[in-house]
């Protein structure tokens, strides 16, 4: 069910190119793990997760960072 709920944010992970995404519900809860290409995708995805009303009890996400030599490109 939270996936349902979460469906904008993994449609935003697949557009940012986060590799290697994981989603799984485990008591109660949305992980999210995967590696963003560099650190302006992965705060990206956290703004919009940070977007739903009570994400800090139903979502955990574990997003690394492939290339930390520079934040982002255009």
């Given at each position: 069910m939270l996936q349902d709920k979460y469906r904008?944010?993994?449609?935003?992970?697949n557009q940012l190119n986060i590799h290697d995404l994981n989603t799984q519900?485990?008591?109660?809860k949305l992980n999210?793990?995967?590696t963003a290409?560099?650190?302006l995708?992965?705060?990206l995805l956290w703004d919009?997760?940070?977007s739903?009303?009570?994400w800090e009890n139903e979502v955990t996400a574990d997003i690394g960072v492939e290339h930390n030599d520079?934040?982002?490109r255009y």
């Open positions: 904008p944010i993994l449609d935003l992970a519900e485990s008591n109660g999210i793990k995967g290409p560099y650190q995708e992965k705060n919009k997760i940070k739903f009303n009570g520079v934040y982002g």
